[in-house]
């Protein structure tokens, strides 16, 4: 009842939910159009009442056959850059050698995330003197640590602001999560042209398409250890050289953010013009957006 009060309050056109509970709670506004990003996935009982649906990414565009409002592929784009600290280097706060090889992930320690299936394949087919960061925090952290069994390449750094200059530091990206919509991480790791080996979940095969990138069955850990072994031995430098860290360039123009700001308030305007011409329409409120 909450943000259906402040919709009405603030004579809002459009309310606008991110994730389920949002989602949940904007269904229940009158007199405002109703909308919703899909971050995870169509669920009914959060998005079958709203009046418009963003996908981040086509795959789930084509899985709303059944719902009757307007639909729209939008995609996420990065977060700005934040200001690093010129001090910030994870080699250095590691300790690694200029000729070692590091592996990094980015995300919450959660099952989804599939950071479990990455130590495996880590320990089974890195080369003894790779190192593995996993930067994020999570209800899994003390699992993956027992998982980890004192394997001293492993480094569960916890959460860190300063993702961009981060990802400065790795040679290599890895996401093994067993689900991902758009996956945000793997935006910022192509914007700092890392290499980039992926399990094939719904975003990252659109967002990889035709892109220098690797991709492995989602939960296979044999073969996400293959391919990592294989990523890093084309990385690996000649005995007594450092690590030669040419980045990556990648097509983010799908990915820009006034192209989607834009796209989104098309996206408004449409779902007003819609409701405006469905039968027994009332008026339009003149108040303004609210982004709840």
Avoid at 59 to 83: C, K, T, Y
Avoid at 192 to 198: E, N, Y
Avoid at 236 to 246: E, F, L
């Amino acid at each position: 009842g909450r943000v259906r009060r402040l919709a009405r309050r603030l004579g809002a056109d459009i309310c606008h939910g991110h994730l389920g509970p949002a989602c949940k709670a904007v269904a229940e506004v009158r007199g405002a159009a109703r909308v919703a990003t899909l971050h995870v996935g169509y669920k009914a009982h959060h998005h079958a009442r709203q009046d418009g649906l963003i996908c981040v990414n086509r795959s789930q565009a084509q899985q709303l056959q059944d719902f009757e409002g307007a639909v729209s592929v939008i995609h996420n784009w990065a977060p700005e850059r934040a200001p690093a600290p010129l001090s910030l280097c994870l080699r250095r706060e590691l300790g690694l050698r200029p000729d070692q090889l590091l592996v990094g992930s980015v995300g919450r320690l959660h099952p989804s995330k599939g950071m479990d299936l990455l130590i495996q394949a880590f320990q089974a087919e890195a080369p003894d003197d790779a190192a593995l960061v996993i930067l994020g925090e999570g209800k899994e952290r003390e699992a993956l640590q027992r998982l980890c069994g004192g394997d001293s390449r492993i480094h569960l750094l916890g959460y860190r602001a300063q993702v961009d200059a981060a990802l400065q530091s790795l040679d290599l990206f890895v996401s093994a999560s067993r689900e991902e919509a758009f996956p945000l991480a793997i935006l910022e790791a192509m914007r700092a042209g890392l290499p980039i080996l992926s399990t094939a979940t719904q975003g990252p095969q659109e967002m990889l398409a035709g892109q220098p990138a690797t991709l492995v069955p989602v939960g296979d850990v044999a073969a996400l250890g293959r391919a990592l072994r294989e990523r890093l031995q084309a990385l690996r430098p000649q005995p007594g050289q450092a690590v030669d860290r040419q980045r990556v360039d990648y097509c983010l123009s799908a990915y820009e953010r006034p192209q989607a700001v834009a796209r989104v308030i098309a996206f408004y305007r449409d779902v007003l013009s819609r409701r405006a011409k469905a039968p027994g329409a009332q008026p339009q409120l003149q108040g303004r957006a609210a982004h709840v």
